[in-house]
């Protein structure tokens, strides 16, 4: 089954979502290590790199959210953690040579972009399934909002099972 959301950023509001995109702060972190979440390499992040450096993508009432966890070189592909109403999904795509995002860019500078999310592990709470992959590309457009500069004209996420 294959799996589309599109986001036409033209319109589309950051507070047009449950999802913001923020700086992580103390409350964050306590959060954060509920968790128990480790880098894309399995180790342990310092508090001290989360509260300077991290950034996640959170719904209102802090019951999910987004956080990269890093890779995204030529061999390793970008990885994820989405927390869904406490269930731990991970998140995968590129790698392998493969980036797992697509560009269509236009002559004024903006730009279409996609991302083909790869893997997607949720067999716990696969009876889900729509509803948490509804919520991920949610998140994934909060956070793409942030960085678009009104560049992106339509965001999309893709998925195939």
Known sequence: MRYRFDFNFKNYQCNDSVFKYKKMDNEDLLLFRHYKIKDWDDKEISDE??????????????DMFLKALGGGAFEIPHMYIFI???EKIHIEYGGGGEDGVVFHKYDDGTYDMEIILQRVYMNHVLQYKDDILKNIAEAFAAEKIHFSFNKIRKFSIIYST
């Open 49 to 62: 790199v989360i509260l300077k450096y991290s950034h996640w993508v959170i719904s209102d009432n802090n």
């Open 84 to 86: 869904w109403h406490g």
